[in-house]
């Protein structure tokens, strides 16, 4: 076979299934230049060719596209047919079923609300902004886990300062049903200050969020593919037709905990994409179709993407690899997790005086996502920084009398949750130290030494170079 045909077998396919040549290239085998080095003479070895046709094979539907079997796109939600090959199936009086995410639901609410943690996670992402390189036709970020939706709304306002005229596509990964629904809280605004974005919401895994594409064969028979054109021109009436979605939501958002693993797992995996119906032919060219779609990320966020107590391996593997492959040209990855040494990990030092939650640290992890990539490795850079620019605080709210000789307990309680939430303390441990009250004399010692209470962050970034 000449190159030319092989060529336009790889054109065919890619215009089929929505892929780009260099993700082709990337997926099939390993190098996002195969398409162009053909076209520029170079030549390939038979084992290559087959790697090429096995991949065009086993990522093909019987009807030839590799396409979700349920496919909605309705305004309204419609019922959906019983899943038919759920990854997991769990029973209704299963009680791991639709468990509130993250141990302790509250405790996440309290920690996102009484302490600055997501705004100056956004404010640190966004500056990210100044050393990307969008090309035509949109700006692509990726939040590798939305949580409340904070720190996403924040840099996608951010975003609009910036690029006030260019269109968004913008991906958000969350498993988690509450999670999605405090985000979506949020866009409505978005889309009327902004109206040429695309927002993609799924609960895929990370391995498959960034393409939208379920590699199981089983699971991506039960895909739910769901899109809403937001009709009408004011936030109120996006907001109206966003808080519609909420059966939808309710039917379709629902996870349960792996049996093997532990970790949190959809039941059927869902993408919702949205976006102004007036705008739709302007944003025809970044709307991702069923099936799958180009990566290709200008920023991704991996904002608090794993459980600071998660094995290495975890961590690079399951998380940042994946993560890392899905940069485009130029894209910058920006992970940041928890880092310690700080008034919050002395309260819980008090407390439990050998706990090390933190237990890797950037150049760890870094290292790990090398080794992991190996040759793929190549096109990216690997930055950790110095200290002064990695690592960086965030405060508990407090007003200028509440940290004064006697400290209310509301503040003295708001302290310990997030002292416990960013050491993840699991609940068994919790329940005999608030039983005699030593964790309010602790909490309250520690707020009164340093006066007031805060957190260290740690972030890297990895990014991928221009071609
Ligand atoms: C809740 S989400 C993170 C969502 C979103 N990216 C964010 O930053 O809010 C997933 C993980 O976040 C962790 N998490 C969120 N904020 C944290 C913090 N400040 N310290 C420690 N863990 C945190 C939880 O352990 C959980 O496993």
């Known amino acids: 076979m000449n190159a030319q045909d092989l060529l336009q077998e790889i054109s065919d396919y890619c215009r089929q299934t929505g892929l780009a040549e260099s993700t082709f290239g990337r997926r099939a085998v390993n190098d996002g230049k195969l398409a162009s080095r053909l076209r520029h003479g170079g030549r390939i070895t038979t084992e290559t060719l087959d790697r090429i046709r096995s991949f065009m094979a086993t990522n093909r539907s019987l009807d030839g596209a590799m396409r979700p079997l349920v496919v909605e ?128 919401l799924t609960n895929l895994a990370y391995a498959d969020a960034p393409w939208l594409a379920v590699k199981s064969m089983t699971a991506a028979k039960s895909l739910v593919w769901h899109e809403l054109p937001l009709t009408g021109n004011s936030s109120h009436q996006f907001e109206a037709q966003i808080t519609e979605l909420e059966p939808f939501l309710a039917d379709n958002w629902k996870a349960g905990v792996n049996p093997k693993t532990g970790n949190p797992a959809f039941e059927r995996p869902v993408v919702l994409v949205i976006y102004r119906a007036d705008h739709k032919f302007l944003l025809d060219p970044i709307l991702p179709k069923p099936g799958g779609t180009t990566a290709n990320y200008d920023l991704v966020i991996a904002s608090q993407p794993y459980r600071a107590r998660a094995p290495l391996e975890f961590k690079s593997k399951r998380v940042i690899a994946p993560l890392a492959r899905a940069l485009g040209p130029g894209g910058r990855l920006i992970a940041i997790h928890s880092h310690g040494n700080d008034p919050g990990l002395e309260i819980i030092r008090r407390i439990w005086p050998n706990d090390n939650p933190f237990t890797t640290d950037r150049h760890q992890i870094m290292r790990a996502v090398k080794q992991e990539l190996g040759p793929a490795g190549r096109e990216l850079n690997f930055n950790a920084y110095a200290d002064n620019r990695a690592l960086f605080r965030y405060d508990m709210h407090t007003l200028p009398s509440e940290i004064s000789e006697s400290i209310g307990t509301s503040t003295v309680l708001a302290a310990w949750n997030a002292a416990i939430y960013v050491a993840q303390v699991e609940d068994d441990r919790l329940s005999g130290v608030v039983a005699d009250g030593r964790y309010i004399d602790a909490t309250r010692e520690v707020l009164r030494e340093h006066g007031g209470l805060w957190f260290y962050d740690e972030s890297f970034v990895i990014s991928r170079r221009r071609e």
């Not at 019922?79 to 090959?85: C, D, N, Q, R």
């Not at 992402?125 to 939040?143: G, Q, T, Y």
Request: with cysteine; net charge positive; hydrophobic share 40%.
């Open 73 to 200: 796109r309705a305004h309204r939600p419609m019922p959906l047919p019983a899943p038919t090959g759920a990854p997991m199936p769990i029973k209704s009086d299963d009680p791991t079923r639709n468990f509130r995410f993250f141990d302790n639901r509250q405790k996440y609410l309290l920690f996102v609300n009484t302490c600055s943690e997501k705004w100056v996670i956004a404010h640190r992402v966004s500056l990210e902004l100044a050393n990307i390189h969008p090309r035509p036709p949109a700006v692509r970020l990726f939040d590798a886990g939305v949580g409340d939706g904070t720190v996403l709304a924040r840099v996608m306002r951010a975003m609009h300062d910036r690029y006030p005229t260019v269109p968004f596509y913008v991906v958000g990964k969350e498993i988690s049903l509450e999670d999605i629904r405090l985000a979506l809280q949020k866009m409505a605004d978005r889309f009327f200050e902004h109206p040429g974005t695309v927002l993609v």
